[in-house]
């Protein structure tokens, strides 16, 4: 009895012991996991850096570097131009240095259009490093530059150098460089220049003096086109046959019984004029007598000359008297017409006139003016100034049956300028210097609110506010809402908006 007692409380204490270490062993477990969830939810945030050249923007993210740790870099390349596009192939060059030593590292292609994704270990903590980005693609070869980086000796230290971000003025928004790259997009940054106050007004394009020409019918007949491509806007060559005036049947007045009646007296008046060379050197004749009948002759040889040298079995043959553009033609195929009536109208269409008109109250900025730009239907904005643009004259005064005063600039057409057109015109007059402005494409209108879309950061814009000043079409000065230096939407800001409206953040996709 006693032994088996002795057994049992043996047995007893075996448990007892073994209880106790499994309970200790589960308390060690549970500090460990403590400890690794107290270092992932402080590890170290992404940093980033969006710097412009005159080629590229570079926009980077990567965690602080840290002694010995391998940082990671997602350098996002795009390509300036009208519309920025991913730098889709080349390679890139990598280096931090401080001093004359450091490390770099090459990759040899973008790991998905636009985006690099070099890496670097450093090996000593210090402050003062440079970090260098290099880039070949092509013909483009950049060089970007972030100076005055901190190397840290342990994430420790890193964390503790976390410093906090400005809030922004506007409403952030984020906008992936991957969505960027799929629309035309473009930003700019905004500067003060030189501008203009600009009265704004409507004009007519028309024909400039000269220019233009009016095919006239030189004999009576019946008028045939010369083919199917006698319509308007078609080009014509000078010296090209465009229409054929014949008799047609007419019984009195027509070009056929014109060219036998000149042909007779031309016959009549040679036959007569050879007669008078003779007598006139038997002195049968006065020289006097023979100068009349040599003048008849001369007139007589020019009227036949004219007209035959353009009649043929067809009719008197009507010639474009330039080269150019047909504008109008005036007649239809078969119709009789009068000697001196308008058949046709050609223009070379290579100079122009805008003629706007001001109001009175408006007259003192003329003497101010000396170029526009206008828009045209369709939207287009064309500036006098690329246009080898003059102003011609200016009204001193108002007409009689007009309040308004008239402004005349000569432009250049290049092809696309319709003469006729009406425009509505920008006259810039007295200057305005240090103004800030930007294109009119960047303006976005929601209920009478302007507002425009500033680059906070690589991926973020800010939506603000803006107070408009004057436009000339092509840009707008800003007033208010944009700070010298910041970087505006000029191309993508309805995508922009497209993307705030959806209420959803977009996945980001890149890898670090």
Known sequence: MLKSYISLLAVCLVLIASGCGQKEHAHEGAEIKAELGHAHGEELEQVSYTIYTDKTELFVEFKPLVVGETSSFAAHVTRLGENFTPLTEGQMTVSLVKGDKGIRQTVQAPRSPGIFSPALQPKDAGSGYKLIFDVKSGDLTDRIVIDSLQVYPNAEAA?????????PIGEEIPFLKEQAWKVDFATQQVTPQPFHNIIRTSGQIMPAPGDEQTITASASGVVSLAGNDVVVGSPVKARERLFTISGGGVAEGNIDTRFREVRTDFQRAQADYERAKELVEDKIISQ????????IYENAASAYRTIAGNYGPKGLSVSAPQSGFIKSVLVSDGE???AGQPLASITRNERLVLRAEVPQTEAYELSNVSSASFKVPGGEVYDTENLNGKLLAYGKSAGADSYLIPITFQ?????????GSFVEVYLRSAPLPNALTVPVSAIMEDQGMHYVYVQSAGEIFEKREVKLGASDGIHVQLLSGVRPGERVVTKGAYQIK????SGEVPAHGHEH
Do not use: H, M, Q, Y
């Not at 964390?159 to 809030?167: G, I, P, R, S």
């Open 411 to 419: 432009i250049a057409n290049r092809g696309e300028l319709v003469p």
């Open 159 to 167: 964390l503790a150098d976390t410093k906090e971000v400005d809030a």
């Open 336 to 338: 009789f017409v009068e």
């Open 288 to 295: 006097r007598e023979f100068e009349r009948r040599k003048a």
């Open 498 to 501: 497209l993307s705030s409206a």
